[in-house]
């Protein structure tokens, strides 16, 4: 499959950084620093337009390097890109530490997950199956 992507940013193109990785790193496209302050939310830019085939999403996700060491993480995740969505992608990152973070141009912020996708067509119904589990949730099924 290939997906047709714009480049605007002066970064490289999203790659995947092992021979065997789900998500290929996104990076921002800044102008200049930003600092998120703790429990501060913004939407950052990548640069990047992406044109994906009929029934495939584009699924951003956070890195887990930048939730573990700084605290950082994709609010909405994971965010989903439509295939008829042709905008810039923006990925909006949270700072859940309590310290400032500083974000640089070209800084890998979230990755990317290409997947298949059905649009099922829905029944209303008044009675589902039953099933062992019913409706535990939440935690149900590690309760003895």
Known sequence: ???????????????????????????????EPV????????????????????????QIRPRSGLALKKGLTVLNTPGTIDSDYRGEVGVILINLSQ????????????????ARHEQPELEEVQVLEETERGAGGFGHSGVK
């Open 1 to 31: 499959m290939k997906v047709k992507i714009i480049n605007t940013s002066s970064n490289p193109l999203p790659r995947y950084e092992s021979r065997q990785a789900a998500g290929m790193d996104i990076r921002c496209s800044l102008n």
């Open 35 to 58: 600092t998120l302050q703790p429990l501060e939310r913004r939407l950052f830019p990548t640069g990047l337009y992406i044109e994906l085939p009929e029934g495939y999403e584009a």
């Open 99 to 114: 310290e400032a973070v500083t974000i640089e141009n070209g800084e890998r912020i979230c990755q990317m997950v290409i």
